[in-house]
């Protein structure tokens, strides 16, 4: 197959895959391909759950809804659902042209020899696509520009690949290391693309502020245990975080074109003019919205203010007045859940997608037992565990992570019991956990430490969830298991922290207005918290109640 690039206006933007079909059916193609391809569009429609008619047949809008898609979810096998991915692509090549695969086109002749000195597989891997689109668009490799590199770009977003910028990446990396490997190699330079770090160093800054830094953070975190504090000593985490957070907005600062160097001290981030200029950089870095996130940014800069610098009451003021205007622009001002997870909690009022959340445990395990792969079982009996306590205990994945078997798996007595316990000085809002476990939590804990932890964790390791060496598992890398896990077999967007707000949910569909067992079950402090985060939460439920009482009396009267 051929790709010949054309201009974006002569790309059809407006058809769908009814068109799709349409054209497929008229397609000068083997009979057997034909119904092939036109099964893998209706089998798109079907798990995207619209008409064919209602769906554009934009390839990056398109690629970007097929990401949503769990396979298994929906009853698709993960290999069925890539060779559908791989036709409805071949479709899509029939009325418009969109980014080859890697070994679809020929390479031209001047690129064959520079190909074959490749020196190795991975090389050959990530610049077999683009080669083969220079080699199909007929660029020969003394031809290629830095245009040439941002066509590519271009159709890889108009692709159906998963992650186009993370295959652009690659390219560009793999190409930089054929200029160092091959001397006849094309010498166009094209930077890699940084999409996250743009912070500067602390070696970028005056030494005299990432002094004023850690002198703040040491404070936060307790400083000298018999001097006075601003607040309750934060955990190490909390106070590295903060230090992060006054290092991106001084780098905020740069990239709005002030002098590194005139940034000597914390006291420079807190001058009126220079908070409200950062906080310009991140509200426009979030395509003009305000965020939690921007607001903790800026109450982090008031308390230096307050509690470090001592700044008069006039100037904490001032502060307070643009802390305020950006409160009133978040999408909840401030208060309750935000509407994103308000979104990703939706799908819950489908009884179908709450009972799957709810029984992932029990499938996972027996997928565990299953699985002739022994590492791979004892993985997925693991994340059954995880997922398990996170509907039963709603633990914050910092707790999660660092489950210990000597410390936190508690027999309190000869019968089966089990609880789950932390101490306050380990939790966040320092108020202390205990969970009694239910009966089918308890068995599937100790299936998993009978059967599959051993598998994981070697001699000595007292770690519920053992990583590398025994140790505890990292938190990017277990919340990122426990969200592909629970996205890949119920199609539902759960990261751990969704878990509290979720089973507060479902709590109170059943039991509306019933906030102290969630303020309880969830550990909060004060019952403030909990109706400020969950008032409403249950309106579902109260509007079916609501329309199942009038209907009733629509129709018989009672």
């Known amino acids: 197959m051929s ?17 799709i079909l349409a054209a497929v059916r008229n397609a000068d193609l083997p009979e057997r391909r034909r119904q092939e391809i036109a099964s893998a569009l209706r089998t798109v429609a079907r798990a995207l759950g619209r008409s064919a008619e209602r769906i554009p047949a934009n390839p990056r809008l398109l690629s970007t809804r097929l990401k949503e898609v769990a396979p298994l979810a929906v009853g698709i096998s993960r290999g069925r659902w890539n060779n559908i991915r791989a036709l409805v692509r071949t479709g899509l090549t029939l009325v ?15 690129w064959e020899p520079l190909w074959q000195q490749l020196p190795s597989r991975r090389l050959r891997m990530k610049l077999s696509r683009f080669l083969r689109f220079c080699s199909a668009s007929g660029i020969a490799p003394e031809a290629v520009a830095t245009a040439t590199f941002a066509a590519y770009r271009s159709y890889l977003t108009e692709s159906l690949l998963k992650n186009p910028d993370a295959v652009f990446g690659a390219t560009i990396s793999a190409w930089r290391a054929a200029q160092i490997a091959i001397d006849g190699w094309p010498k166009t330079s094209v930077p890699v693309p940084d999409r996250r770090n743009w912070t500067l160093p602390w070696d970028g800054f005056p030494a005299s502020l990432h002094r004023d830094c850690i002198s703040w953070c040491y404070q936060l975190a307790g400083g000298d245990p018999f001097e006075d504090t601003p607040c309750r000593p934060v955990r190490p985490v909390t106070a590295s975080n903060r230090e992060w957070q006054i290092r991106s907005f001084a780098s905020a600062l740069v990239l709005r074109g002030r002098n590194p160097n005139t940034i000597t001290s914390l006291g420079d981030l807190v001058e009126i003019e220079a908070f409200k200029e950062g906080l310009r950089f991140f509200i426009e870095r979030s395509g003009g919205k305000a965020t939690v ?9 008031k308390a230096i203010a307050r509690h470090h ?47 799957a959340l709810l029984r992932l445990p029990e499938k996972l395990i027996g997928v565990a037992v299953r699985n002739p792969n022994i590492r791979a079982g004892a993985l997925q009996a693991q994340m059954a565990v995880a997922i398990e306590l996170l509907l039963m205990t709603a ?15 508690i027999y309190p007595g000869r019968g089966k019991a089990m609880h789950l316990v932390i101490e306050a000085q380990e939790v966040k809002n320092r108020e202390p956990l205990d969970f009694p476990l239910p009966e089918a939590s308890i068995e599937l804990v100790e299936h998993y430490l009978l059967e599959f932890r051993p598998r994981l964790a070697p001699r000595g390791s007292t770690a519920l ?28 967007r759960m990261h751990p922290h969704l878990f509290r707000h979720a089973m507060a949910k479902l709590w109170l569909d059943a039991n509306p207005g019933a906030y102290e067992v969630v303020k309880l079950f969830l550990g909060h402090k004060s019952s403030n918290t909990t109706t400020l985060h969950y008032t409403g939460l249950e309106t579902a439920s109260a509007v079916r109640l609501f329309y199942k009482t009038i209907l009733g009396l629509r129709k018989d009267g009672h």
């Open 465 to 492: 969830f053992p990583g590398d060496g025994g140790r505890p598992k990292t938190t990017r890398t277990l919340r990122k298991q426990i969200t592909d896990t629970v996205h890949f077999y119920t199609g539902l």
């Open 395 to 409: 633990l914050r994945i910092g707790n999660l992570v660092t489950l210990d078997l000597d410390q936190n798996i």
């Open 293 to 301: 996130g921007i607001c903790n940014l800026a109450r982090g800069l």
């Open 309 to 355: 610098l001592q700044l008069d009451a006039g100037h904490l003021d001032k502060m307070g007045t643009l802390i305020r205007h950006l409160v009133r622009r978040l999408d909840n001002d401030g208060r309750g859940l935000t509407a994103k997870n308000r979104a990703r909690l939706r799908p819950l009022d489908d009884r179908n997608n709450a009972i």
């Open 3 to 19: 790709y010949e690039p054309v201009s974006r206006d002569d790309r059809a933007t407006d058809s769908s895959l009814a068109d």
């Open 96 to 110: 418009q042209p969109i980014s080859p695969g890697r070994h679809l086109n020929k390479l031209l002749a001047d």
